[in-house]
């Protein structure tokens, strides 16, 4: 019996071991299986490693609540001072001794900010052969980091604020800020006393609106327009004040004058009996249209604003099918524009012109952003509307005024015909055109026949009308579409014929000096004939790549000079001339 003893003793021993490897595989758990425990929970939680404080893991409340940065496995706390202010609270734990106390809250960001306090705890635990504490951090009530939207029932509500680009921010009578939507504290991250525009007063009563220039998030100036709304109880008592911030740089930019349009928005003195009406408070505090409506069209809220623009017969849409209410047209069109909405979550923002119930025609700027409801994860459309009737009147008359001013910069004032300027970008546009089409472009020069005398003797008044009737005739022979008649100058003008050989050119030029003397203008001092008459210049030219136009105004300009020297009163071609030099050499 002696001989079995050693050997019992080596059972037992194995078997004591394996029960340790089974109690301890009992009692660790990895690291996947809490990870998959802590995601389901609603309370922040974090595995935090106990040697150096560094997060293992955190669920997505402690990452939302706490400004957690998650990339891929690593998760990091942003902020230097909370950071510091978490390593603080763990440094003094000793593993594996839990803990359970009060502390301070190191969210709160400002002095402005209401005091909060929350639970610290920390479990030890074994995970994925670590030792690690399982904490969490959360508020001492669920008001803490969800008022003033702390019902349940009003997280649409909650959603809607946040996804508003205005900064809405709610504080208690003696200032501090009870509660902000995601965009005012990503506006004034890191300076939120600046934000503070408005300070309270016990005996302020009604709605205030001011102006102010900042600098945005990218260091940017942008001029803030704010409205702050003093809240009062059931008992006609201040208890806080709600303030809305947009950024109104481009339309000050625009219009300086519409920097006033906000200051005649109607004044909210809604009184808040539950945190629920917090939308229907901004709602109704806006002459902009707002309103929102599920993926089947079906009415959740808007305001009267927003009614009126829907074209509904009354203010209350909640529960109203946009089927009743919109034109079926219009509401197809809607549906088109909501598709990148509702499918990718797109924001959409567009200009449309609307009919009032009055009959007055408005046009609103709308911008259109997907709505999720966090209860049951159906999504819609949150529209917000703004009023830009008199910009769009501004821009239509900027546009009239530059067309006007194009329209004067392209004509001579005095003969209405083209000027200078436009005769050279149409001579451009027409010598690369003929070299593309490989077609004749003539070009005549036109020299009024002794008008200094006839503006020193008849007047210059008499001298301007001559010149309005000379343009006026070449415009009754000049009748192609892209033939153009300018003034170059004085009283030389010049006619562009594209595709016009010399010889067309020739008739031109006649028909010209025929209309001219039919018009019969007499000048006493001429000294070729009693009456206005002409000198013309006429070149034509097959222009070729690499040739410079500025060949077939030399042609023109050696032309009219030809017809000047030649005795004036008469048509000579730049061929002509050639023709004739020849003809003298030899």
Known sequence: MIE??????????????????????RRVMSMKTWQLYLANLHSPKAIINHK????????????????????????HIRGEREQQTFEALLASRCWPHPFVEMTGDFRAVSDHRTPRHARFSGLPVWCGGQRV???????????VYSEPFADNDSQIFRSVINSLSELVCFQDKEGRIVGSNLAYDRFWKGREQEGLIFSTDENARGRRTQQSWTTNPNGDSCLLESNQTVLLDDENHVFGTLSISHDVTNWHMMRQSLEQEIEARQEVEQQLKKHSNVLTSIFKASVDPIGIYNKDYEFLGGNAAFAEAMGAQHDELEGENAEDLMEPEVLAQHRKIDVPVLESGDTVKYEDLVMKRDGSMVWYELTKTQFRDPTDETIGVLVIARDVTERKA????LADAIMELEELSFVD??????????FDEQLVKMWHSHIREQEPLSLIFCD?????PYNDNYGHQQGDEALRSVADVFQRVIRRPLDAVARYGGEEFAILLPNTT???????????????????????YSKVADRLTLSQGIATLYPVAGQDYGDLVSLADRALYGAKHAGRNRVVTSQSMKQAKLSANA
């Not at 409340?61 to 998650?70: D, G, K, P, T």
């Not at 501004?394 to 008359?397: A, H, I």
């Not at 004032?413 to 436009?422: C, E, F, Y």
Request: glycine share 6%.
């Open 52 to 75: 150096d404080g560094s997060i293992l893991y955190a669920n997505r409340s402690f990452v939302r609540l706490f400004n957690v940065e998650a990339s891929g496995h690593k998760f």
């Open 448 to 452: 009024i026949d002794y008008f200094k």
């Open 4 to 25: 079995w003893l050693p050997l019992a003793a080596l059972v037992l021993l194995v078997g004591f071991l394996m029960g340790m490897v089974w109690v301890s595989y």
């Open 413 to 422: 004032g005095l003969t209405k015909v083209a000027n200078r300027r436009s």
């Open 133 to 143: 504490w399982i904490v969490s951090l959360e508020p001492k009530s669920e008001a």
């Open 502 to 524: 010399e010889e067309g050119a020739v008739v031109v030029a006649q028909n010209i000096a025929d209309e001219l003397k039919a018009a019969d203008l007499p000048h006493a």
């Open 394 to 397: 501004t821009q239509q008359q």
